[in-house]
């Protein structure tokens, strides 16, 4: 095991050792399912999207995940709320640009998110990351229409620009901070037909970034995700199948499998 996967396996270890309770501001899709991932990779979640909360939540907190999938005014004040007070109190939090460049608002939502408030990852499909920083890109809904590798350079660039780690998931995963590249191989065929899959990524990329500075949290939650789902497809008979034993492969999550998945 070579220093890189060394500091991958450590800081997965060192985030079940303390099972971080992560705020999440996500979309009512994926609510289960990402509480459920939370768990299963040993973290504590709570999902609360009422401002009045986020003061006592956010002082016990130890990362905080934002999710636009679901939009409306009221979840914008949250998101907006939420980070200005996680700020505040030095709460790490991810972000996740879900269908930035499908609609105005969601793509103006995300890109003051980033700029206002310093996410420590920014994690998304290609597409995603393309349109954040500032391509012009065809979008499907919430689905990417660009190859992981050609969001590469989007990626650099955004990562250098706000100051973040980008986490861009695709057939190999690729995680940047504008200079270090991060490859991530492994996961399974049946994930981009699962909902929820990039946004448990997030989730999970919340519960690393509470205990391992954010390149190395954004690459221990891709590398959970690729061995999980690697294994989980094993077993599964096709999607439904497949999102049962894939909880089931996070909460049995082979550590050394995870952390060789890694590359630089």
């Known amino acids: 095991m070579n220093t890189l996967q060394n500091e991958i396996s450590k800081a997965i270890s060192n985030m079940k050792l303390k099972s971080p309770l992560v705020h999440n501001i996500t979309n009512y899709v994926v609510m289960q399912i990402t509480a459920n991932a939370l768990l299963a990779v040993g973290a504590s979640p709570v999902m609360t999207f009422e401002k009045e909360e ?50 105005k608002l969601r793509t103006k939502t995300a890109i003051d998110l980033i700029k206002n408030y310093n996410p420590k990852v920014v994690r998304g499909n290609a597409s995603e990351i393309m349109v954040l920083s500032g391509e012009s890109v065809n979008t499907k809904g919430v689905d990417s229409t660009a190859n992981v590798n050609m969001a590469l350079e989007a990626g650099k660039h955004l990562g250098k620009e706000y100051n973040t780690v980008v986490s861009i998931s695709g057939e190999t995963d690729i995680i940047t901070d504008g200079d270090r590249v991060l490859y991530i191989s492994g996961g399974s065929n049946l994930m981009p037909i699962n909902t929820g899959m990039g946004c448990t990524s997030t989730a999970i990329t919340g519960a690393m970034i509470a205990v391992s500075e954010p390149l190395i949290a954004a690459a221990s939650a891709m590398c959970i995700m690729a061995s999980a789902g690697e294994s989980a497809a094993k077993k599964a008979q096709g999607p439904a199948s497949f999102s049962i034993a894939f909880i089931d492969e996070l909460y049995k999550l082979d550590i050394n499998d995870a952390s060789n998945r890694v590359k630089e």
């Open 54 to 103: 986020f003061e006592d939540m956010l002082s016990i907190a130890s990362s905080l995940v934002i999710n636009i999938g679901t939009l409306t005014k009221n979840s914008i004040e949250a998101m907006y709320s939420a980070c200005e007070i996680a700020n505040k109190k030095n709460v790490p939090f991810v972000i996740d640009p879900v269908g930035a460049g499908a609609t």
